[in-house]
């Protein structure tokens, strides 16, 4: 008997795009699915094309609620998640037709509580290569998430924290209580590093099912005030697991905590915003995860002169100001 993967998606207000998203779903080649489609109160025709696809498709099951978020409509669907996996899928994307099959049947051989894929960036225009995996990753065999959680380190751009691309064993989500955190935009940087935290079998599986559609008006295009915040408080919630985890796991915290903290400093440096206090926070925290050890550059001028740090960013037109870039594919 096939396991059935449960796979959530939330709605709001993307009438343009839910149709092509739920299509690549229901066409996929591994049948034994649960879509559950989360209408989080949209204001558009979404509702009723979710309610359509639902009378077409037994394997549909449309939640209406009021409007919440996107970690309040994911948790809707754990909750109501029957399968023994689950996979969260953004409304405006696709997944791959037979790709899926492909990596969640090599990720069921292995008894994984995280399948780790990949993904490719889309547009109207083209189609990207898939994002860049280093060999290291290529070579991790089932092992735990903390020591998964610290390789991805080892490369350049190698930690991402999409949920998107990896599918979870729902018994592993639900005993550990690894809900999405609600008030939070940037839901994934935490949830990510806490599954990593807590699982005991973690494998990357090289295939690239997933399409991540870049547009312009998406919920992360424009940076604002709350998510500064959000990825502040993000630090302080991932820096309160430092002392609980293993080696592994204070590693790879240790390299990931300044990286999201200097993005606040620059920030708050580019908004011309007094940024003393922050600096002070991201001192505090370099020294609690012992930043020293990582030797990196940028966040050892950060620690000293962060406007100087800022300056080379802006010279090789790197900043990081409060627009979210369109990726370049």
Known sequence: MENKISIIIPVYNVEKFIVKCIESVINQTYKN???ILIDDGSQDMCPKICDEYSKKDNRVLVVHKKNGGLSSARNAGIRDA???YLSFIDSDDIIDSKGFEEFFKEGQKLDLDIMVGNMRYFSTEKIGEPLFRSQEIKDFTVGKGTK???TLFQGTKCFREEVVDDVYRRDFICENKLYFHDNLIHEDSYFTPMVYLKAKRVKYIDIAFYYYRQRSGSIMSVVTDKSINSLEKICYMLLNEYSKTDDYGREALSKLLPSFYKVVVYRYINSNKNYKEKLKNYRTIF??????KNRNFEEILVYITPK???LLRKLM??????TQKIPNF
Do not use: A, M, Q, T
Request: hydrophobic letters at 40%.
């Open 82 to 84: 029957k399968g023994e």
């Open 308 to 310: 100087l740090s800022n």
């Open 148 to 150: 998964f959680f610290l």
């Open 317 to 322: 037109r790197k900043d990081i100001g409060n």
């Open 287 to 292: 020294k609690d995860v012992k930043g020293i």
């Open 33 to 35: 699915l649960e879509i």
